[in-house]
């Protein structure tokens, strides 16, 4: 069976910082692309990033340069730091392996 658990979020000021874990089961995690999404109050889902199994990172525009996505192949995890956050970045985080597999997400709320 499929697992994916988010942890790490929290409450933290405009201009901290946060990092999310996101700890895998069940499949070959080292093959596998994670992709972390967001969905912000009353908002739809939002693509943050993706980190493909050779390490290659993506993100969405608003994210670059102060997201991170790493993974540790080791561990079965992956990891979202996120640096300079906004209130705007207060949403659920979820990972996510495919369309239907998705952990419970972590809820980071920026505000001071």
């Known amino acids: 069976e499929v697992q994916l658990v988010e942890s790490g979020g929290g409450l933290v000021q405009p201009g901290g910082s946060l990092r999310l874990s996101c700890a895998a089961s069940g499949f070959t995690f080292s093959s596998s692309t994670v992709n972390w999404v967001r969905q912000a109050p009353g908002k739809g889902l939002e693509w943050v990033s993706g980190?493909?199994?050779?390490?290659?990172?993506y993100y969405a525009d608003s994210m670059k340069g102060r997201f991170t996505a790493s993974r540790d192949n080791a561990k079965n995890t992956s990891y979202l730091e996120m640096n300079s956050l906004k209130p705007e970045d207060t949403a659920v985080y979820y990972c996510?392996?495919?369309?239907?597999?998705w952990g419970q997400g972590t809820q980071v709320t920026v505000s001071s």
């Open positions: 980190i493909y199994s050779n390490g290659n990172t």
């Open positions: 996510a392996k495919s369309i239907r597999d």
